[in-house]
């Protein structure tokens, strides 16, 4: 589904570059839990974003926007590590390791600082500030490129699939694909997102519902388990292709908030 760390992306640069006010991205942010925390992962991180340490007192949302706008951040980009792919995370260390673990994080690229959302108990996400040592130089993946990326892969994937003899219909299908997409969190994002990226998004979200519910064994077990590994592998490329596009989706609409900042006279 879509992640934490996209809705404070887009909501953060869109208030750090005047078009979003502060209460809305503490609002956006409730989609993922009631209440959030702050605190920093280290000393370096600490004393930058005047944020106490990990297991001590937390810090509020209010105080880490703050804290951006005083280190003179434009924008945060978005990150969705997998095994074998940390591209953005700057290599080996806590950050790196962090955000493999819970498969997300934003990038401070220019500050040299990352931040990782977890879930700490019901209805509570904390955020951490990891000091990165050096800018993360995020590879730029175009939006356009990103989107017919994910149309080749569904055609691929199908084919794959067709070809397999495991795409069979499941009674159903539909109304377990509707449940499935009500059941995830509800984002908003805020006005002046662009068109393409919203478009995007929002078919990366249902190819990633269908993903969900082809990787469900078959309920009667008639998969076999050579069957299921063969469909996996059919399915991975398109699942390649629906992080590429919500991280280019989410990247595209941070760098033209970013764009139409500049523009103001």
């Known amino acids: 589904m879509c992640r934490p760390s996209a809705t404070f992306a887009v909501w953060s640069s869109a208030w750090l570059n005047g078009t979003a006010a502060s209460d809305d991205v503490l609002d956006a942010l409730q989609a993922w839990g009631e209440a959030h925390d702050v605190v920093a992962a280290d000393p370096a991180a600490a004393d930058a974003f005047d944020l106490p340490l990990a297991f001590h007192r937390a810090a509020t949302p209010v105080q880490l926007l703050l804290a951006l706008r005083t280190l003179g951040a434009t924008g945060a980009e ?10 953005g995370l700057g ?8 955000g ?3 498969g997300e994080a934003v990038v401070l690229s220019a500050l040299g600082f990352g931040l990782v959302p977890e879930p700490i108990a ?5 955020w951490t500030v990891y000091s990165v040592g050096a800018a993360v130089p995020l590879e730029y993946q175009s939006l356009p490129d990103a989107e017919h990326g994910l149309t080749d892969a569904i055609r691929a994937s199908a084919g794959a699939l067709q070809t397999l003899d495991v795409a069979r219909d499941r009674p159903g299908v539909r109304a377990e694909l509707s449940a499935h997409l009500r059941a995830r969190p509800q984002v908003e994002w805020p006005a002046g997102m662009p068109g393409r990226s919203l478009r995007v998004l929002q078919r990366a979200e249902e190819i990633s519902a269908i993903l969900a519910i082809a990787e469900i064994d078959d309920p009667g077990g008639a998969m076999s388990a050579s069957a299921a590994n063969r469909r996996a592998e059919a399915l991975r490329p398109l699942a390649e292709a629906v992080r ?8 595209e609409a941070v760098r033209v908030f970013a764009e139409q900042a500049d523009r103001r006279p």
Not at 78 to 87: A, E, K, N, S
Not at 244 to 251: G, I, Q
Request: hydrophobic letters at 45%; charged letters at 20%; one cysteine or more.
């Open 78 to 87: 978005l990150v969705l590590p997998v095994p074998g792919d940390v591209r």
């Open 91 to 98: 290599g080996a260390g806590p950050f790196a390791e962090a």
């Open 100 to 102: 493999l673990r819970c």
């Open 122 to 126: 019901e209805g509570l996400m904390r």
């Open 244 to 251: 590429t596009a919500r991280t280019a989706s989410v990247n």
